[in-house]
């Protein structure tokens, strides 16, 4: 067997021996740091722990009474009247497709983009909130045949709320302000029409009222509603150009774009 042969000298005033042994403590501590490298790998790949957690708002009690309820008005434009009006006609849709519910105008939809600004360069899209068709007021008198009674079609007047018709009236945001601490965004609307494929930009002001000219505005001002968050109670309000309220008794106006 070969070993390393050491020589041992026995002094007789000696009380104690020296070997010479190498002894390296350079890994001293290395289990602390691959637990570190670990962290840090894992971080970097899934990111630091946030708060995700999502929350319902719901529309905050009106100032005067306890109704909690949100409303919507959508007018498209009749160009042979030259007016605005709340009605899927105007659009282009038939008696019998609204009343029939025909899948060209199930397929449609009203589409709410939430941004954090109004600045189109760059904004971000938070939140898009959608309200269907289906739901909403009715106007009456409407002609099938001259055969048939009068019958009832829908028309883009929503009321919200808990109860009934419910579907946009809930805004889904972030529980927490620490990983986003955003408390207000800007609505703006779309219409999404099933027959011809294509969206319909709404202004929240008649063009024909907007003033130097009808076509040159400053989008920031007449394409947005406010959207603020209240995070006590988790509610929400909506405030027209000026602050003021508007949802309750005076309903969220949204009117059909023009194109030059």
Request: aromatic share 18%; glycine share 4%; no cysteine.
């Amino acid at each position: 067997m070969i070993v390393n042969n050491y020589r041992i000298l026995n002094k007789p005033n000696d009380n104690y021996v020296n070997i010479p042994i190498e002894i390296k403590w350079d890994i001293d501590g290395n289990d602390d740091a691959i637990d570190q490298f670990v962290e840090e790998t894992i971080e970097d790949v899934i990111g630091t722990i946030n708060s995700f957690e999502i929350s319902r708002f719901s529309h905050k009690k009106h100032d005067d009474s306890d109704r909690t309820d949100v409303r919507y008005n959508f007018n498209f434009f009749e160009q042979a009247l030259n007016i605005y009006t709340p009605s899927y006609l105007t659009e282009g849709f038939t008696v019998n497709e609204l009343y029939y519910f025909s899948q060209p105008f199930t397929k449609s939809f009203f589409k709410l983009d939430l941004y954090d600004t109004k600045d189109d360069a760059t904004q971000k899209n938070y939140l898009t909130v959608i309200i269907p068709v289906q739901q909403g007021a009715t106007q009456s008198g409407q002609v099938l045949t001259p055969t048939l009674p009068t019958v009832s079609i829908k028309r883009p007047q929503f009321t919200l709320d808990f109860l009934g018709d419910k579907e946009g009236y809930f805004l889904y945001w972030l529980r927490s302000t620490e990983y986003i601490n955003i408390d207000t965004l800007y609505m703006k609307a779309k219409f999404f029409n099933g027959k011809t494929g294509s969206y319909v930009v709404m202004t929240n002001t008649p063009q024909n009222l907007i003033l130097p000219t009808p076509y040159n505005f400053d989008p920031t001002v007449y394409f947005y509603y406010e959207v603020n968050f209240d995070y006590n109670d988790f509610t929400y309000t909506i405030l027209d150009n000026n602050g003021n309220r508007i949802g309750t008794n005076n309903p969220i106006n949204w009117y059909e774009y023009i194109n030059p």
